[in-house]
């Protein structure tokens, strides 16, 4: 019986060590800290042994192999040893590839906007009635899914870090949206690292695959220049035609795959702001390629409602409108947000920084920032990006934040909560942050 130990005890180890438990592996969960109440019943339940609190090395470094947690670096002690005893590291979408069977995966990675595209080509496929099931970083763990409910289709949303550890793992259907820099902290601070690990998404693809890309992102561009991809490619662009792929030009949405082409008007869009327009553009090929009709298409793409955490409109309190944007992890999220805004602006920023370069967003900020309120237990970098340019206010709590931010807008105005940076320093993620700071909208 093959040994696998699963190292750590989230939404990801847990589905695959259900998954591994299920397929007949000899399975052992390990997690430094503890697990939440709900995982730990499960994993009981299905008879896999969990060890909490602790690493055993005897076990660890005597599997078969291992499936790392995405949170993992590699340069964790446990990963180093691992590696220099030459024992295989997998991901758990890696693992749930093995078993998927005849499924076919679309797969979305990117920078920034990858959940609201994964969910939007989820929305694309149901509207069509495809039995299908939304995977990855949102939802549920693939290697759940597989286990517990298998369906023919996996729409899934996949970060570098899941990427990193694949090995055959090989979308039919691969998007790649932006690349911009983000997580260096993981990549020793190169970025060449982390764009290997984005194109990550193709190394497995045959010429019957087809590869969706931003054609206007330069660094994609360069990159394809300069390495080969086997799959078919489907470029999207707001600059230029493209024969196959998307393109959109006076305000006109262009989607050709195959012979049949499709146009809509971007004013039917139901998300709004240009980088949701290359989010719609993305998901509208996806379908294309999936021989979706058109008129579903265009329906999934009117009705789809925004997510939550992300540009979500909170209330409007004496004239002030409240904005959560708490998904803006980094800087070009930030930069997205900003860009949509139309009136002034009270700006929240800040948490754990990712070695963040705040002159991206300078020139937004000086046309549209009316002020900007510190969210972080460290707010230094911000304060030297931005003193002398608009006032800055330093607080330790959601409900400071918005409290500062309400006291200096005036009616007419918007609080945006788009913080560009990681939540880990006051709250558990970015959504326990997203929820603090609309209950705290409320208690106004």
Not at 274 to 282: P, S, V
């Amino acid at each position: 019986m093959k040994k696998l130990v699963i190292l750590g005890g989230g939404e990801s180890g847990v589905g695959a060590a259900l998954l591994a438990k299920q397929k007949g592996y000899d399975v052992v969960l390990m997690d430094e800290s503890s697990l939440k109440e709900g995982y730990r019943n499960e994993l009981k339940a299905a008879g896999v042994e969990l060890i909490e609190g602790s690493i055993d090395e005897d076990k660890l470094l005597s599997a078969d192999e291992v499936v790392k947690s995405p949170g993992i670096p590699e340069k964790n002690v446990w990963v180093k040893k691992l590696r220099a005893k030459g024992v295989p590291i997998i991901s758990e979408i890696e693992l749930a590839y093995r078993y998927k069977g005849d499924s076919k995966i679309i797969a979305i990675t990117g920078s920034n906007g990858k959940s609201t595209t994964t969910s939007l080509i989820y929305h694309i496929c149901k509207t069509a009635e495809l039995e299908c099931a939304l995977v990855g970083n949102i939802g549920y763990s693939f290697a759940r899914q597989v286990a517990q409910d298998p369906k023919p289709l996996y729409v899934a949303e996949i970060s570098s870090f899941q990427l990193d550890d694949i090995v055959t793992f090989r979308p039919d259907i691969a998007l790649l949206l932006n690349i911009t820099e983000d997580h260096l902290d993981r990549y020793d601070y190169k970025f060449e690292n982390y764009i290997r690990s984005k194109f990550r998404i193709t190394i497995n693809q045959s010429a019957s695959d087809y590869f969706i890309y931003n054609l206007d992102d330069e660094v994609i561009t360069k990159y394809l220049e300069q390495n080969q991809i086997h799959s078919i490619q489907l470029p999207m662009s707001m600059k230029e035609k493209v024969e196959k792929g998307g393109y959109i030009q006076a305000d006109q949405l262009h989607v050709k795959v195959e012979s049949e082409e499709q146009s809509m008007s971007v004013y039917d869009f139901a998300l709004k702001g240009k980088h949701n327009q290359y989010n719609t553009m993305a998901a509208s090929v996806a379908g294309a390629t999936m021989d979706i009709r058109k008129s579903k298409i265009r329906e999934a793409v009117e009705t789809f409602e925004n997510l939550e955490h992300r540009s979500e409109a909170v209330a409007t309190v004496r004239g002030v409108e409240f904005i959560n944007d708490s998904k803006a992890t980094n800087v070009n999220s930030t930069w997205y947000a900003l860009e949509s805004m139309t009136k002034p602006t009270i700006l929240i920023l800040g948490g754990v920084d990712k070695g963040n370069d705040y002159s991206a967003i300078k020139e937004l900020v000086h046309e549209k920032v009316k002020a900007i309120v510190c969210m972080g237990v460290d707010n230094s970098k911000i304060h030297e990006a931005f003193d002398g340019e608009v006032k800055l206010i330093d607080t330790g709590s959601a409900e400071n934040a918005v409290a500062a931010a309400y006291d200096l807008a005036s009616p007419g105005d918007v609080v945006l909560l788009s913080p560009a940076c990681a939540s880990f320093d006051l709250f558990k993620n970015y959504e326990d942050r997203g929820k603090q700071f609309k209950d705290a909208v409320k208690n106004l």
